[in-house]
């Protein structure tokens, strides 16, 4: 690996460690929409941005442009407060209409200058970090590495520091409102945060793909824990981890790093979504598989139980009749049959006609009582 | 005048027009089930993951005609509203964080396989990228044939459905219970979606198409309660919108179609929110300007003596905003207290309104009459 890929690599994890910390609380706030809208207006930031201070990844520059995020959230807040139109379909028209006269403007106006369409949606891992920080004719790596670095230490110790007014803000707002806390003041901080984070990553991954940095992370990593401390933790390590395998699959198919990363994202959500242990699919389907049996077997037993008065061998006894009865297939009565058999819930007579132990009618008897 | 009805006549354009006023008109009408159905930003989250479909589609059959790249646009979008749909009902993730996680990845796969292809020698990949913006004026003949018979279908669909789609719409619950076949019925919703979406995205682009869908709608909610008008009124906006797009793009090269489309459609919506019939802004300021009726000077008058006498020699005044809320919290109590001064019962100092002697007694006189 030469020196330059080394620092594409470098970059691309510190990208996503930056994306990772406003994503984990985004997630929890049920705004991953509202980061989406963001992430597409800061364009429009950062075109006006430029036209004042025509010096990109300028820190005034970041900061002007940061503020675009702010502005459409407030419109959301704006066009949902009018009552006229609900908070999805707010989102839905703001973000198109910003987003837009960003685009607009770039293809009337900026045409020469440092920002394309290509830029926009995809950004560039590779070109840059051919933007190189140089202070007194010694270079000291790439700029955008800085950047974000600076951003993640940022928001990590803005994280930190408002720990719990984020924690509290976020799971009991009307509790945070008591103490002191104030929710919107929470609520624009984050969004703040949200916007800086996305102008930063801007160059390197481009307006849309960010979204994915900021999302996809922290939803896979919710579906793997319930504490707070520990979701944030591996919010930031799965980020990482995709920029390490992403990088990897660029380099082998000569292809877009972002986009690679936002795969191996994917990849990783898909598999924990079937795999996580609690959480997913498959665990899923095997709970309710078992669970299933379980209530077949109760079911069995009581059915057993109403009849057990009628005498031992009465159609409603015989083990063919539950497929009449219970509406079961008959390979599921027979294992059904089996299992409360081995559990010594029920006994045969005859191999056809089946019987309540009493253990068996212990716990029908407990089953209907409870 | 001349060069103005060439302009018209010119066949590019017609092509343009035609297809852009006839993607406005699907996408509205569609779009407004998507908008009562609060998914608007399903629409967002399908186009977005259409990319990695179209760019497929081209890398599978070497072509870049509209209906063969639709077909992958539409299997890669109904491939992500279905992972929306399972992570939605099977897991502790939201709805927005399975929307986020569709749309990124998605789209990021497209942006990978974009990238791959840019590597290949096949010339005619060219052009591609203008999904993501869309460029209007590369239409042809027969991609219009192509939107004319896809949008076709999606509104013969609407029509047939009409019924089921209303009752699913505005009661699934309802529909459930009468029998209505409503998971069917919603994917079939989402499906004409994700067409609809597809249609659009070589003259409007991915990233914007989803603004096709809700903003004539959004529109049309404002001037009518009535579905059958509200699809009718989203189709008339979104034609519009997309005719007056492509009529304005077609005058550079360098101005992209989608984005004029978005900001008529936004100002249209606008329009809608300040002028819309009864529920309008404007018409909502002036009711409320109204009923803000004007305090006649007695009631005031009574009402600053309550406070008064509530508050004896506690304070020397009240400031207006207390009056107004003694009144009542509507009324503008401004001109009668004016009035009141000029006649010589109240006076003010520092802002606080106090009465004088005379209003004072004057005040007692009257709360006495009304006692007896």
Redesign the interface.
């Known amino acids: 690996m030469s020196s330059l890929e080394f620092e594409i690599l470098v970059t691309a994890m510190t990208v996503s460690a930056a994306c990772a910390v406003p994503g984990a609380y985004l997630?929890l706030r049920?705004?991953?929409?509202v980061?989406?809208a963001i992430s597409?207006t800061v364009l429009l930031g950062i075109v006006l941005a430029f036209l004042v201070v025509p010096l990109y990844g300028h820190p005034l520059m970041v900061f002007g442009a940061s503020v675009m995020g702010v502005v459409t959230v407030l419109g959301i807040d704006l066009?949902k407060r009018?009552g006229?139109?609900?908070e999805?379909?707010a989102?839905?028209?703001t973000f198109?209409?910003l987003?837009?006269?960003g685009?607009?403007l770039i293809?009337?106006l900026a045409?020469d200058a440092h920002l394309d369409?290509?830029m926009?949606?995809?950004g560039d891992l590779v070109y840059s970090v051919f933007q190189r920080l140089e202070l007194a004719d010694r270079g000291y790596g790439p700029m955008t590495l800085w950047k974000m670095a600076g951003i993640f230490l940022l928001n990590g110790a803005l994280a930190l520091r408002f720990h719990r007014e984020l924690k509290i803000a976020t799971f009991d707002p009307v509790l945070a409102a008591t103490l002191g806390i104030s929710p919107s003041l929470v609520h624009f901080g984050l969004v703040l945060m949200t916007s800086v984070t996305a102008v930063g990553a801007f160059d390197s991954v481009g307006s849309?793909?960010v979204?994915?940095?900021?999302?996809?992370p922290?939803?896979t990593a919710?579906?793997l824990t319930d504490s707070l401390a520990r979701y944030l933790g591996l919010s930031i390590l799965l980020g990482c981890a995709s920029s390490l395998g992403g990088f990897w699959i660029?380099r082998t198919?000569?292809?877009?790093v972002?986009?690679?990363?936002?795969?191996v994202?994917?990849a990783m959500?898909v598999a924990v979504?079937l795999a996580s242990p609690r959480?997913g699919?498959v665990a899923?389907w095997r709970r309710r598989r078992r669970q299933r049996v379980e209530f077949a077997v109760r079911m069995l037993v009581i059915h057993l139980f109403q009849h057990r008065t009628l005498g031992p061998r009465t159609e409603e006894n015989h083990a063919g009749h539950l497929e009449v009865h219970l509406g079961w297939s008959a390979e599921f009565s027979r294992r059904i049959t089996e299992l409360a058999e081995v559990r010594g819930l029920i006994s045969r007579v005859d191999t056809h006609w089946l019987g309540l132990t009493s253990v068996g009618e212990r716990q029908a008897e407990q089953a209907l009582a409870g | 005048m001349e060069a103005f009805l060439q302009f018209f006549n010119d066949y590019t354009l017609r092509n343009v027009l035609l297809g852009t006023a006839w993607i406005g008109v699907v996408s509205g009408s569609l779009g407004t089930f998507a908008f009562l159905r609060r998914q608007s930003l399903l629409g967002d989250v399908i186009s977005h993951a259409t990319l990695p479909g179209v760019v497929l589609a081209f890398l599978v059959w070497q072509r870049r005609e509209i209906g063969v790249l639709m077909i992958g646009a539409a299997g890669t979008g109904l491939l992500a509203t279905a992972l929306i749909q399972v992570v939605d009902t099977r897991t502790n993730i939201k709805r927005d964080g399975a929307m986020g996680v569709a749309l990124a990845v998605f789209f990021g796969i497209g942006v990978l396989l974009l990238s791959m292809i840019q590597n290949l020698p096949t010339a005619s990949q060219a052009g591609l990228d203008k999904f993501i913006f869309g460029q209007a004026a590369a239409l042809v003949q027969s991609d219009v044939t192509v939107l004319l018979a896809a949008g076709g279908v999606v509104l013969a669909a609407l029509l047939l459905l009409w019924r089921e789609l209303k009752i699913v719409t505005f009661d699934p619950d309802f529909a459930r219970a009468a029998g209505f076949r409503v998971t069917v019925l919603e994917g079939g919703v989402v499906t004409l979606i994700v067409v609809a979406t597809v249609m659009g995205l070589q003259t409007v682009g991915v990233i914007l198409m989803s603004a096709m869908l809700i903003a004539p709608a959004a529109a049309a909610r404002q001037w009518t309660d009535r579905l059958s008008i509200m699809v009718l009124v989203a189709a008339l906006v979104g034609g519009t919108s997309g005719a007056a797009g492509a009529v304005v793009s077609a005058f550079g090269p360098q101005i992209p179609t989608g984005p004029v489309v978005v900001l008529v459609l936004t100002a249209l919506v606008l329009v809608s929110l300040f002028l819309g019939r009864k529920r309008g802004l404007v018409w909502r300021w002036h009711r409320q300007r109204r009923s803000r009726k004007l305090a006649d000077p007695d009631t005031v008058l009574g009402a600053l003596g309550a406070l008064e006498a509530a508050h004896a020699g506690t304070v020397r005044g009240h400031p207006k905003a207390v009056v107004r809320m003694a009144v009542g919290q509507s009324a503008q109590v401004g001109q009668a207290l004016a009035a009141l001064r000029q006649a010589g019962l109240a006076d003010e100092h520092d802002g606080d309104w106090s009465l004088t002697e005379r209003g004072r007694s004057e005040a007692g006189r009257r709360a006495r009459d009304q006692g007896g």
């Not at chain 1, 198919?253 to 877009?256: F, H, L, P, Q, T």
């Not at chain 1, 972002?258 to 795969?263: A, E, H, P, R, V």
């Open positions: 997630v049920q705004m991953s929409m980061a989406d597409h066009l009018t006229l139109v609900r999805d379909a989102i839905g028209i198109p209409a987003f837009s006269l685009v607009l293809s009337l045409r369409e290509h926009v949606f995809q849309i793909l979204i994915g940095f900021m999302v996809v922290p939803v919710r579906l660029a198919v000569n292809g877009s972002g986009g690679s990363i936002s795969l994202m994917g959500f979504l959480r699919l899923d």
